[in-house]
Antibody, heavy 120, light 109 residues
Framework: EVQLLESGGGLVQPGGSLRLSCAAS????????MSWVRQAPGKGLEWVSG????????LYADSVKGRFTISRDNSKNTLYLQMNSLRAEDTAVYYC?????????????WGQGTLVTVSS | EIVLTQSPATLSLSPGERATLSCRAS??????LAWYQQKPGQAPRLLIY???NRATGIPARFSGSGSGTDFTLTISSLEPEDFAVYYC???????????FGQGTKLEIK
């Protein structure tokens, strides 16, 4: 059974940093691209960042480019999101999501999310 | 950047009725469109991928159709557990990114 378990969320002041983790199990983690998707309170879904299966390719939404860094450790089956220079508008539930396959354009599994609150 | 526009924003129907949800892309996405269901406090769940393929474990009452810029999610006969928010999603090659529609809330009438 595929499982994705996010952690690391919490309350942080504007300008602060936070590192999210997503522990994966139930599939060959190193064979799949992964992404982070967020959802602000009461709002829709927003893709934040993605990485290839090897971690060699990383992509970012314009809203977080230069502030967030995605990475992965395939030996630990874990995906990360380092978030710096956080703003109030970064407040959201952050989900990690597994790409459906090498050429897939969708996400077939999602974690339950971790809440990040940016506030003074 | 490809923009996905979903309509209607809210759809009020009764159990047993047929639901038709629309997603329109600002430019062609071929058949690379997915649909997700999200219930309050839960993560999104994949329903349909590549416009018309049901994901594993998704009931046959859910179906997807369309290509190019116009897509439809149909629920043939609504069950009580189907009332939720539905999102469409696509991935563009340039700039490389995923985008979601703003969602359609399916509520009980």
């Amino acid at each position: 059974e595929v499982q994705l378990l996010e952690s690391g969320g919490g309350l942080v002041q504007p300008g602060g940093s936070l590192r999210l983790s997503c522990a994966a199990s139930g599939f060959t983690f190193s064979s799949y691209a992964m992404s982070w998707v967020r959802q602000a309170p009461g709002k829709g879904l927003e893709w934040v960042s993605g990485t290839s299966d090897s971690g060699g390719i990383t992509l970012y939404a314009d809203s977080v480019k230069g502030r967030f860094t995605i990475s992965r450790d395939n030996s630990k089956n874990t995906l990360y999101l380092q978030m710096n220079s956080l703003r109030a508008e970064d407040t959201a539930v952050y989900y990690c999501a597994k790409r459906g396959g090498r050429s897939a354009m969708h996400f077939d599994y999602w974690g339950q999310g971790t809440l990040v609150t940016v506030s003074s | 950047e490809i923009v996905l526009t979903q309509s209607p924003a809210t759809l009020s129907l009764s159990p047993g009725e047929r639901a038709t949800l629309s997603c329109r892309a600002s430019q062609s996405v071929s058949s690379y469109l997915a649909w997700y269901q999200q219930k309050p406090g839960q993560a999104p769940r994949l329903l349909i991928y590549d416009a018309s393929n049901r994901a594993t474990g998704i009931p046959a009452r859910f179906s997807g159709s369309g290509s190019g810029t116009d897509f439809t999610l149909t629920i043939s006969s609504l069950e009580p557990e189907d009332f939720a928010v539905y999102y469409c999603q696509q991935r563009s090659n340039w700039p490389p990114a995923y985008t979601f529609g703003q969602g359609t809330k399916l509520e009980i009438k």
